[in-house]
């Protein structure tokens, strides 16, 4: 009895001590599941390479692999003790099946006691095979809301967290990156050709690990529609030129109104991206983009903000009483100043009480809350004829520029010409011909608006002759604004402007345009012109409507766009890129249009 006793003793601490044993042979050597060795049975000189921690196989020496990989091959293998080897859910013993590798092929080997499981992903590429981080089919929609047909959204999902990038193929690529981290992604490819079979490179980047695959894809379009412009480059100096490629409103008659088709074409003359708004049946004014890769305008009551693949984001409508026309611009606190008609408005002009149109602004929040309205009427002489009566529009306002440093405006009527108001609606000064200026008011005139105008000086500071003053006549050294458009401020803070010389010098001169830079002096109230470009050009450059003017924040250049030129018969529009210092064009194209109710921005 002892004796049993002694030995049910001596059995339980075995057994304590063997399960003890067990259990601290388990901390220290749980159950694997690697992947130890791989190799192909009829590829017995290529050899692989296992990364355990990115669970890729790969080969190291490609010059090994025949031309042809898409075919059936013998996988041989190596894995951790009591593991077992899967193929999407078939267990594979080594050597004993063949597989096409040609999209890679993942293995997944799970522990003995199905507590550890890894996955691998071979391939024979040179590259890594998209179909590690890709995993499933990618959808292709062209043009997907009728509005961009150079655009395709492209939607697939990721095996884990990746941002994504890609590269249209071509003579002038087009590279874009969403930096958004994601599984499940919807990409905007921006920058197709038309009526081509488009070649596209998706690059996927793991966040975790940083590894990049690579998927090229193909992307049909139509055809444009054959009203639109060719594009022609007539100079083209890319070294000297602002990187990137070129915009330009376009708009075309329709039974007494007007479609917009805003349109961006590269230096070979390629249309690459444009919104046909046509359906809208509205001419979208001041089409405008943002840091936010979209693009805004405005039509009646309405902005309308949509991204660059034609997807409509918002819409910011005001108060009715208020018709948006020819400008919109979005200040840095996010809210918009807007050009606009108001529907009641009244004025005694020459004695008669009349309506007044196009002679306002206001300032209008992300929500449509008018915030703030200026009055033309109030700080102007709506009697003012000498340049052109325009009858009800009296100013005809067409551009506004924010002066973020005084906080204040610049703004451009056609009729009269540019002058500067403060946030009150007080005049600061008026840049345009002294003839004709009389008292300022919509009804009562009690403000005299002499005392506001610039005076024209030389470079030296002395006062032109009278005549100048007035604007009866001209100088090689001055010149004043006639029917100008888009007035901003260069880095320097002069004054840049498209000075389309409509009626120059009261019908007394030849027809020319030019972009023009005055600095002004408000202490003294006065205006030197410091550089034009565009008189020389005559009647090939002449513009009596529309047009722009813009500074190239890289090179310094400057752009000096004629809006709409009838010569030779046809009209057309230009976009000319000048190297200020040298005068020299460094880029030119033509859009030559096909409907003469056709004008270009």
């Known amino acids: 009895m002892q004796l049993s006793k002694l030995l049910f003793v001596v059995l339980v601490i075995s057994l304590s001590l063997f399960i ?191 590894v990049t695959v690579r998927d090229t894809i193909s992307i049909a379009t139509e055809p444009l529609p054959d009203f639109l412009p060719d594009p022609e480059i007539n100079v083209l100096n890319e070294s000297e030129m602002e990187p990137g490629m070129h915009f330009s409103e376009f708009n075309i008659g329709n039974a007494g109104s007007y479609n917009s088709y805003p349109l961006i074409f590269d230096n070979n003359g390629d249309i690459r991206w444009i919104a046909d708004l046509s359906e809208a049946g509205r001419l979208a004014w001041a089409v405008k983009f943002d840091e936010t890769s979209s693009f805004y305008f405005t039509h009646g009551n309405t902005i309308y903000h949509y991204n660059m693949l034609g997807r409509e984001i918002k819409n910011t409508t005001f108060d009715d009483v208020y018709i948006a026309h020819h400008e919109v611009l979005k200040l840095p606190n996010g809210n918009f100043i807007v050009a606009v008609s108001k529907t009641s408005a009244r004025m005694i002009k020459n004695g008669e009480e009349r309506p007044s149109v196009e002679d306002f602004i206001i300032e209008v929040d992300p929500f449509g809350n008018v915030l703030t ?129 409509f009626n120059r010098n009261f019908g007394n001169s030849t027809d020319y345009s030019m972009g023009t830079e005055y600095a002004i002096h408000e202490k003294t109230m006065t205006v030197k012109k410091i550089w034009s470009y565009g008189r020389s050009r005559g009647g090939e450059f002449f513009s009596n409507i529309i047009s722009d003017v813009d500074h190239l924040p890289e090179t310094g250049n400057r752009l000096v766009m004629p809006g709409i030129v009838y010569e030779g018969g046809g009209s057309y529009s230009k976009i000319t890129e000048v190297d200020p210092a040298t005068k020299q064009v460094v880029f030119e194209s033509t859009l030559h249009f096909k409907n003469q109710l056709v004008d270009g921005g």
């Open 373 to 501: 309205e200026w009055d033309m009427a109030e700080i102007l002489d709506v009697n003012r004829t000498d340049l052109i009566d325009g009858g009800n529009d009296w100013f005809h306002m067409n551009a506004i520029w924010y002066d973020q440093e005084d906080h204040a405006l610049i703004i451009s009527g056609r009729n009269q010409g540019i002058v500067k108001v403060n946030w009150e609606n007080e005049l600061q000064w008026i840049l345009a011909p002294h003839k004709g200026w009389g008292k300022a008011g919509r009804f009562e005139k009690t403000v005299e608006t002499s005392p506001y105008l610039l005076t024209a000086v030389s470079i030296s500071g002395e006062p032109f002759s009278e005549d100048i003053q007035n604007g009866t006549q001209e100088s090689s050294d001055f010149s004043w604004t006639w029917g100008q458009h888009t007035p901003m401020y260069l880095p320097g803070g002069h004054l840049f402007v498209f000075d389309n010389g």
């Open 20 to 210: 003890s044993s067990c259990d601290s042979a388990g901390s220290k050597y749980p159950f694997q599941a690697d992947l130890l060795e791989f190799s192909i049975d009829e590829l017995p000189n290529t050899v692989f390479s296992i990364d355990q921690d990115l669970g890729l196989v790969q080969v190291l020496n490609p010059e090994s692999l025949p031309n042809q990989i898409d075919t059936l091959f013998t996988a041989n293998f190596e894995i951790s003790d009591g593991s077992a080897l899967f193929v999407r859910g078939s267990l594979v013993m080594p050597g004993a099946e063949k597989f096409n590798f040609s999209d890679g092929l993942f293995l997944t080997i799970v522990s003995e006691d199905s507590g550890n499981e890894n996955t691998y992903f071979v391939h024979l590429n040179r590259e890594i095979h998209p179909n590690y981080l890709i995993s499933n089919e990618i959808r292709i929609q062209v043009n997907p809301y009728d509005i961009n047909p150079l655009g395709a959204r492209v939607s697939f999902r990721t095996r884990e967290q990746t941002r994504v990038s890609y590269k249209v193929l071509g003579d002038k690529p087009i590279y874009r990156t969403h930096n958004g981290r994601s599984s499940e992604h919807q990409v905007d490819v921006i920058g197709l050709y038309a009526n081509t079979v488009n070649q596209v490179v998706l690059n996927i980047t793991s966040y975790e690990t940083d």
